[in-house]
């Protein structure tokens, strides 16, 4: 049977892989609807070696959540200047270490995110949000202004990242 996963997102496409999505919101209330219907589709392409997985929509969905993650003021800076995505950036943690890659609470933020968008597909969606962008092979006129535009539950994933973001309130996702 073929890596249900072989084609998979890129680092220049979305803070998250689809794979790695998956394993977050596998471990999230929010996430449970993203997640039976991954399930479904990996339990059709292993019951059907010719099934080709039918993930496009959560693709999209994690590619639209990137870029509109993407706009927001983070700490620290870009480890390259032409690098197409906000992350990898020069950031440290609380006790000054540095912080490698992406940091989990944006891959966490950004498949939350994602799963938001197609839980409300099709439903008026806050004024502050829209704006028209272009990641990749992705566009749309969907990405949040400022932090406080973000659904709760995406902001509190956040804090300690994003500059200005420390007046949030925790909430649990």
Excluded: C
Excluded at 60 to 78: E, S
Excluded at 128 to 155: I, N, W
């Amino acid at each position: 049977m073929p890596d249900y996963y072989a084609d998979d997102l890129s680092s220049d496409q979305s803070y998250v892989t689809l794979e790695r999505a998956d394993e977050i919101l596998s471990q999230t209330l929010t996430g449970k609807t993203w997640t039976e219907r991954a399930a479904r589709d990996r339990q059709l392409a292993n019951d059907d070696p010719e099934h080709v997985p039918q993930r496009e929509d959560d693709k999209n969905a994690l590619r639209d959540a990137t870029a509109v993650l993407d706009d927001l003021a983070w700490k620290g800076r870009p480890v390259a200047i032409n690098q197409p995505l906000a992350f990898p950036r020069r950031l440290h943690d609380a006790q000054g270490r540095l912080i490698a890659g992406v940091p989990f609470g944006v891959e966490k933020a950004t498949a939350l995110l994602a799963a938001h968008l197609l839980e409300t597909e099709g439903q008026s969606i806050t004024p502050d949000l829209f704006q028209s962008y272009r990641v990749g092979e992705s566009s749309g006129v969907f990405r949040a202004k400022t932090p406080d535009a973000l659904p709760k539950h995406v902001r509190a994933v956040l804090t300690g990242l994003v500059e200005g973001a420390t007046s949030w309130t925790p909430v649990r996702p």
